[in-house]
């Protein structure tokens, strides 16, 4: 038997990183006997962090707890732990929307952090009741009293009924499950009789268990034996089972209005389960799904190869596994005439590309050469027609191109005093407009809106040394907007780079074209021949630099007739050679395009 | 011209190590003359009885340091080498020598033993720059050398070592015009190579010192090239230069891929048995290579066949440091003609017929070229 709705509490936890969402998480599902003493290990959510243990990205998880209030009821609370960055806004945005509830949880040491800002934003927008938690009161830095104020100051919540708690010694806890169940709304509509409709919040790939579906049931029931229909993917399937997590995985007959749990249906491709998407029953339908639904779209691009090219088909598989748990990441086949067989690939958004970056290297032992990140851009042609920009090096000729449109964002700083000028100079340098600049108490909380190429690139690092470490950084995408970009095109005896090609401002083009040659002009051995390295504007050259040939290359002294040594000293370059590409006459090592990708954007 | 067979003897020993060599060479205080009197005997006698009916074109004692043996052991070693081949009537017969006095007062035995020819290591004209390299001898005691070996023998060589740190090319000029002074058909002028294992690599890798890069090093070895063939002594290799006839003839048979025996510790051979051309290497260790002869008759590791492909490129690496080239009959097509004119137009190398030959520019980077071209 299902639970009625007044009975529900749904409720997310929004943190900025370490302020103690895994903790408080833990002392909640063992204060409400989720786990026994012995079963209990730290940051359980963490630990039974699909991430690990079947090597999943980052994904919404759920624990329902029984909690028995004072009122002598006892309530079901399901706690949606959220992936906790804005590349997963979209993913974000529908667990939020399973809930009518979010704890704010706040690091009473700390203070509100950026991300912290970006989430609350989201959870208002959704609708939510928020439940501001000052954490970590046991440490004797802490300063609830700052803390409420900053709520109060930079986000605008009243912060009278904040409940301060530590996640780590169990302070108050009973008062915060308390306060869940009396400050928090159990959901607002459902019908039993209804249609069955069901939100998929998230689903993950098992290798037991085929897709495993998160769910949050509005109207009617999900029951074992079901059939029923995916509504946007139009996919129909017979449920197989259904259950909840506590964190332990426990079946169940029903899953009922309110409620959250999970559901298993035989899927074995994870893309046919779309986030967002509504669950209805296939016989009798609902009549209209739920709103705001948006298939998954990538942001950010750049090309992975492998440093041995041997390791394509590697790499290939790789992909193919990760594809299997994370239908957010695409990726096709590209041939580099400077990097060899690759794969051009799309993430959401930074971290996203990083967490791939970093799996590829680390659970499948890759040596990777990553091109410069880009966005896409929406190129006008003349003819009216319009086309999306994936890789730079697919840009079409420039008679051919109106305007190119580029993707922007909305960033959100928060940065002590006395860095702030040189987060101003940084946002300005990368084309920032400024929306917003305020204070809060000797913090700046600084809005800007920035190109997202310009963002890709480094800026995060850049922005975390100029400001040592104390700065932080969110962003929510804002549209496209026409300007003025140029492909910059690097040349090495006349030939084309593929590899590093890249969509450039035309007002950074010459300083970028010119700072790449010199770059190269180090980089490249010199060779028999000089090599003529050039930066160009659609045709144009903009800047040059000449690397002359090899002055002197010669072993002096001939080892008595060790003719050997010398042989085998040739052919190890021979097979260095391998790893060469030829432009012209001469022959450039694959190292040399690596590193000066890798330099990023040093000056 | 008869067919180049040569025969290289290693002397693995000397009185101190130089801190820029990494050659086969120890500080050994007591050596027992008359054991390596036979194992020389044991080994020479080994080859020969694989390669029956060959005339010895040269003989070369290397090192280490050989003036430092008994010249009764030059003159075994010798007389071994007549009693099991015979020997060309002009053979060249060098002994590499160090030039401090003791030395220098043992070249008239080492003459009677059959030695015509000296390659001196002198290094450098320049006293203080002799401390640096570690030399047991100064400027003055060189010279001294120089005069008794010119008196002494038919031919005489000497080495110097330049590109030292912070050697400019107008030092390096001034002290090379010193050198040609006592010069005499030939000379080998090696630069400076840093080797790992060293006491140098060490000191370099500190940075106690900084070696010319690559272009003072090219400078100062176009400055050589320029002095030495106003001198009447152009290169003839990338480092060793000499007079019309005064080559090393020994040394040519390495460049011209012709057959050679190795004797001594870890000496290296090349020798063509049933049509087939094997490298014998023989152990490192004095010790462990007396023991080997003592055992096997000879002290080399298994012999290798080199391979069609080893054999064109070791062909090619070894001739192309000759300034008179190369031919490459036989193995046109595994060449690309289209490189090779490329470094023509670079002034590099030239194509004569069959003849490939580096010019001096191309000699400087041969490297560069081997490594375009194979
Ligand atoms: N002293 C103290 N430390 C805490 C408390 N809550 C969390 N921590 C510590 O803060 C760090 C981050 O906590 P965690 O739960 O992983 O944060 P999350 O990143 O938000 O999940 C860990 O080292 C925790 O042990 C608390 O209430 N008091
Ligand atoms: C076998 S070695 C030395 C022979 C003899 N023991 C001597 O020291 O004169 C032959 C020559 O190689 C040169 N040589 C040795 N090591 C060198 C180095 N690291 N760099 C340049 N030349 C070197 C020296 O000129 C040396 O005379
Ligand atoms: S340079 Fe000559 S003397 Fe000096 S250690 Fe080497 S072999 Fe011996
Ligand atoms: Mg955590």
């Known amino acids: 038997m299902s639970k009625p709705l007044e009975h529900i509490r749904n409720f997310a936890i929004i943190a900025h990183i370490d302020h103690g969402k895994s903790t408080l998480a833990d002392r909640l599902i063992q204060t409400c006997g989720g786990l026994e003493e012995r079963e209990m290990k730290e940051q359980v959510l963490d630990s039974m962090e699909i991430e690990r243990e079947r090597g999943i990205t980052i994904k919404a998880q759920t624990v329902r707890l ?110 915060l499950l308390e306060a869940i169940v009396t400050k928090l709304p159990c959901p607002k509509e459902g019908a039993a009789d209804k249609p069955t409709k069901a939100l998929l919040v998230d689903s993950w790939y098992d290798s037991y268990l085929g897709v495993v579906i998160l769910v949050r049931v509005i109207d009617g029931y999900l029951r074992k034996g079901q059939k029923i229909r995916f509504m946007k993917a139009k996919a129909t399937r017979d449920i197989d089972r259904v259950g909840m997590f506590t964190p332990k995985h426990v079946l169940l007959d029903e899953l009922g209005p309110g409620e959250m749990g999970f559901i298993t249906a035989s899927i074995k491709d994870i893309s046919e389960t779309k986030v967002g998407d509504t669950i209805t029953d296939e016989k009798k339908p609902c009549e209209t799904a739920l709103p705001g639904f948006k298939p998954s779209i990538p942001m950010v691009f750049c090309s992975l190869f492998p440093v041995d090219a041997s390791e394509y088909e590697k790499l290939r598989d790789s992909l193919g596994k990760i594809k299997l748990n994370d239908a957010s990441l695409h990726y096709e086949t590209e041939s580099s005439q400077a990097l060899g067989l690759g794969f051009r690939c799309g993430f959401l958004g930074l971290l996203h590309m990083e967490i791939i970056q970093e799996r590829l290297e680390r659970e499948f032992d890759l040596d990777l050469i ?119 095109e690097i040349r090495v005896n006349q030939e084309p780079v593929d590899a590093l090609a890249m969509i450039v401002h035309k007002d950074a083009a010459e300083s970028r074209g010119r700072q790449l040659c010199e770059r190269l002009k180090d980089l490249i051995p010199r060779q028999m021949f000089k090599i003529a390295i050039q930066a160009a504007l659609g045709g144009k050259i903009i800047a040059a630099e000449h690397l002359s040939a090899l002055r002197k290359d010669v072993t002096a002294k001939c080892y008595g007739g060790d003719v050997s040594r010398k042989r085998k000293l040739l052919e190890k370059q021979k097979k260095g050679k391998k790893k060469m590409r030829q432009y012209g006459n001469v022959e450039i090592p694959q190292s040399a395009f690596i590193n000066a990708l890798k330099m990023g954007d040093d000056k | ?336 003609m289209g490189r090779i004119h490329a470094l023509e137009g670079e002034g590099l190398v030239t194509l004569n017929g069959q003849t490939l030959q580096p010019t001096v520019k191309g000699l400087q980077r041969l490297n560069g070229i081997l490594n375009y071209l194979l």
């Open chain 1, 66 to 175: 029984a909690y028995t209030a004072k009122d002598g009821i006892e309530y079901q609370l399901n706690l949606m732990d959220t992936p906790g960055h804005v590349d997963f806004a979209y993913e974000v945005s529908r667990s939020l929307a399973s809930c009518e509830g979010s704890l704010l949880v706040v690091d009473s040491t700390q203070g509100v952090e950026a991300q912290t800002l970006a989430n609350v934003y989201q959870a208002i927008e959704n609708d939510h009741e928020i439940l501001p938690v000052i954490n970590k009161i046991d440490l004797p830095a802490a300063d609830i009293d700052k803390a409420k104020e900053q709520i109060e100051d930079v986000i605008g919540l009243d912060a009278t009924d904040a409940v301060p708690v530590s996640g780590k010694t169990g302070i108050n806890i009973d008062q």
């Open chain 1, 370 to 488: 990553p091109t410069a990140p880009s966005v896409v851009y929406k190129i006008n042609m003349t003819d009216g027609s319009q086309i999306e920009l994936y890789n730079p090096v697919d840009m079409p000729d420039v008679q051919r191109i109106k305007s190119v449109e580029e993707p922007w964002i909305k960033a959100t700083i928060l940065v002590p005093d006395e860095y702030l000028g040189g987060i101003l100079t940084l946002c300005q340098e990368r084309r920032g407009v400024q929306i917003e600049l305020n204070y809060a108490g000797n913090r700046a909380l600084v809005v800007y809106r920035l190109p997202l190429n310009e963002v890709v690139f480094d800026f995060y690092d850049r922005l975390k040394s100029i400001s040592r470490g104390y700065a932080s950084f969110d962003y929510a995408l804002d549209g496209y907007d026409e300007n003025d970009l140029v492909k910059l």
């Open chain 2, 1 to 336: 011209m008869s067919e180049l067979f040569g025969v290289y003897i290693h002397w693995p020993f000397c009185a101190s190590k130089c801190p820029y060599c990494d050659f086969n060479s120890h500080v050994a205080s007591n050596i027992d003359h008359h054991a390596w009197r036979d194992a020389y005997r044991r080994e020479i006698e080994y080859y020969a009885s694989l390669l029956k009916g060959r005339v010895v074109t040269s003989v070369f004692f290397g090192g280490g340091t050989p003036s430092l043996m008994q010249p009764e052991t030059t003159a075994h070693v010798l007389d071994t080498i007549a009693e099991n081949w015979s020997v060309a009537r002009d053979a060249e017969i060098t002994l590499e020598a160090n030039p401090t006095s003791v030395e220098a007062g043992k070249f008239r035995d080492f003459k009677s033993a059959g030695v015509n020819r000296v390659s001196l290591g002198v290094q450098s004209m320049r006293d203080d720059e002799l401390k640096f390299l570690g030399r047991q001898h100064t400027a003055a005691e060189a010279i001294k050398a120089i005069t008794i070996a010119r008196d002494t023998f038919e031919r005489y060589s000497f080495d110097l070592i330049y590109a030292r740190p912070e050697q400019s090319v107008t030092d390096w000029r001034a002290e090379l015009q010193d050198a040609l002074r006592y010069a005499d058909g030939h000379l080998s002028l090696y630069q400076l190579t840093i080797e790992p294992g060293t006491a140098f690599h060490t000191m370099y890798q500190r940075k106690d010192f900084e070696v010319p890069d690559e272009d003072d090093g090219g400078a100062l070895y176009e400055a050589t090239q320029e002095v030495m063939e106003e001198a009447g002594l152009p290169a003839y290799e990338v480092s060793n230069h000499a007079a019309a006839g005064q080559e090393s003839l020994h040394n040519m048979t390495y460049w011209r891929y012709g057959d050679y025996v190795g004797i001594g510790p870890g000496a290296h051979g090349r020798i063509t048995m049933n049509g087939q051309k094997q490298a014998t290497r023989a152990h490192k260790a004095p010790d462990v290579w007396m023991g080997r002869v003592k055992e096997n008759g000879h002290g080399s590791h298994d012999f290798e066949v080199i391979t069609d492909d080893q054999l064109f490129e070791e062909a090619m690496m070894m001739g192309l440091r000759l300034r008179d080239g190369v031919s490459i009959t036989g193995y046109e097509e595994r060449f690309d």
